[in-house]
């Protein structure tokens, strides 16, 4: 096995206009296991009733904090990736989709089984988007275009190299597009660093587009508080680099849904245990789980990711609100390791 050196880290890769991932654990998806996942494996996700999943998976209507927060990190779960975070006066989204499918079309694809628990015009002011790939279900063109009307250019998207075009042409105009390890702000005098670190994915829109654009997490770095989004992503090694270069972080959002079947998966989407190392390797004090209880995209039960992510930290002797689920809609508070003075 080659030496892992954990201060060198690893650059994007482009062939040929396309970008490729540079870690041993990626395998591109065989069409093979494609057909396979899409027409022989059994889906194990028996969504219930509406009756049902009110009980089991209830949605709440968010309070945002609104004007100065109280110190700390607030972290409002909106669904699926989406996150509405507030940290050191900055508020941002992480992948919006407010729509009820993730999908080109509005009548055809996956659609949500647990609505949105706010609109677009419910949201407090923003400053900044974050995207961490370009699949339908992370970045949503209705979602883009109703944020830009409510916010226009006073609001800032930090979008992956390839991406600005298509922000472009949606009619967005206030676009930052970075490599991996580049970082930026909301404006000069913002010290709140958005980097855009790697992550193991892939990004396709259209038949033709595969891996044209970059794909990857964010490190959101301020003077008290670090946030770090991991987008979409199968394990790699990179998870240390980020938690050796920008950990410890006090809040981590890591997906822990739509990961079965394993062989067709397993390079594109994390499983709960695999979610809890990267709570691990990036130092994380605190996670809070993504991507899962929305759509359902993958064959796993729709209750497997929470129950499993609680194994998981049982097996790993770790206490259950290190790494934790909200409630769609819900707020949760985050003390910021440099703003409170004991430890």
């Known amino acids: 096995m080659a030496h892992h050196n954990i201060n060198v880290v690893q650059q994007s890769v482009r062939e040929k206009g396309r970008f490729l991932n540079p870690w041993p654990t990626w395998k591109t998806p065989k069409f093979r296991d494609s057909l396979h996942f899409l027409f022989v494996d059994e889906n194990k996700s028996n969504i219930p009733s509406k009756e049902e999943l009110d009980k089991v998976l209830p949605i709440q209507k968010p309070k945002f904090i609104i004007g100065p927060s109280d ?24 992948d919006p989709i407010f729509s009820e499918r993730a999908s080109p079309f509005q009548f055809f694809g996956p659609k949500r089984y647990r609505s949105c628990p706010c609109t677009i015009s419910e949201l407090p002011s923003i400053d900044a988007v974050v995207i961490s790939h370009n699949h339908y279900d ?3 063109y209705n979602s883009v275009q109703s944020l830009n009307s409510r916010f226009g250019n006073k609001l800032r998207w930090f979008v992956p ?50 891996n044209r654009v970059l794909w990857g997490s964010w490190s959101i770095i301020g003077p008290k508080s670090r946030f770090f989004f991991a987008g979409d992503t199968g394990y790699c090694r990179v998870f240390e680099q980020i938690g050796h270069k920008y950990g410890p972080f006090d809040v ?43 759509f359902a995209l993958a064959h796993e039960h729709y209750l497997d990711p929470p129950k499993k992510l609680k194994e998981t930290l049982k097996d790993l002797n770790l206490p259950e609100e290190a790494f934790s689920t909200l409630i769609h809609g819900e707020t949760k508070h985050f003390q910021s390791s440099t703003s409170t003075t004991s430890t």
């Not at 990961?259 to 695999?274: A, D, G, L, T, V």
């Open 252 to 294: 981590a959002a890591i997906p822990i849904g739509a990961y079965e079947p394993r062989c067709f998966m397993k390079p594109q989407h994390i499983n709960p245990s695999e979610a809890v190392r990267i709570h691990q390797d990036i130092c994380s004090r605190s996670s809070v789980a993504i991507h899962w209880g929305t």
């Open 71 to 94: 110190g700390g990190i607030h972290v409002t779960w909106l669904g699926h990736s989406t996150t509405l975070v507030q940290l050191d006066n900055v508020t941002f989204l992480t």
């Open 161 to 210: 190299l390839g991406l600005a075009q298509w922000m472009k042409d949606s009619g967005v105009q206030n676009i930052v597009e970075l490599d991996w390890w580049e970082s930026s702000s909301i404006s000069t005098n913002s010290d709140v660093s958005f980097v855009f670190t790697p992550a193991q994915h892939w990004c396709k829109r259209t038949l033709t587009d595969d």
């Open 138 to 140: 992370h970045l949503d």
